[in-house]
């Protein structure tokens, strides 16, 4: 004989599990880095390129990551985390005093060809971050400053 679960059963199984996997919380602690150590103190771009970097591209690829009220609710919040943490591995403006002139200089012709080819920010982060969905003249800044 097959066991059927019935509507009901599969919907508070369902519901369940959700409030289960909401005690899994993830680490939302930006560690303190000083602001000398960040792209914009030791590199100087021009106050409208340093804007437009900090509100595309800081909340994953830096250490002042604004988390949305979303990211309290599993498993979003895990998916979001987890982009965090691979941006801030490959790239993270905060440290940049930690890379040497080589790795400053790969980087930011790595984030003009990014930015040109429209692979960053994240499209799923500029569905949900419109101040991030840059228009032709604000690319165009970006990728002249980081390509100079
Ligand atoms: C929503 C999070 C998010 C935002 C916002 C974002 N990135 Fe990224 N970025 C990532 C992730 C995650 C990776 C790691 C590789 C991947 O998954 O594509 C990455 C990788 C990169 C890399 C590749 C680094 C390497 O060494 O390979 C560059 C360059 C980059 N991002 C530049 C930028 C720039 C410039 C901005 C702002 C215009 C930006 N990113 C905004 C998440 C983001």
């Not at 060809?113 to 991030?132: C, D, G, N, Q």
Request: hydrophobic share 40%.
């Amino acid at each position: 004989m097959k066991i059927i679960p019935s509507k009901r059963a599969l919907i508070t199984g369902f519901i369940i599990i959700f409030g289960l996997i909401q005690f899994i919380r993830i680490d939302k602690v930006n560690t303190i880095v000083p602001v000398e150590y960040g792209l914009i103190a030791i590199e100087t771009p021009p106050k409208d390129v340093a804007e437009l970097i900090t509100s595309a591209c800081y909340d994953c690829h830096s250490n002042t990551t604004k988390y949305p009220w979303y990211s309290n609710i599993a498993p979003v919040s895990w998916w979001l985390k987890k982009h965090v943490n691979n941006a801030r591995e490959e790239l993270n403006f905060s440290k940049w005093k930690d890379y040497n002139i080589d790795k400053r200089d790969s980087l930011k012709k790595e984030c003009a060809e990014h930015i040109e080819k429209k692979w960053m920010p994240l499209f799923s982060y500029k569905i949900i971050h419109p101040e991030a969905q840059l228009s032709d003249e604000e690319r165009e800044k970006m990728i002249n400053w980081f390509k100079q």
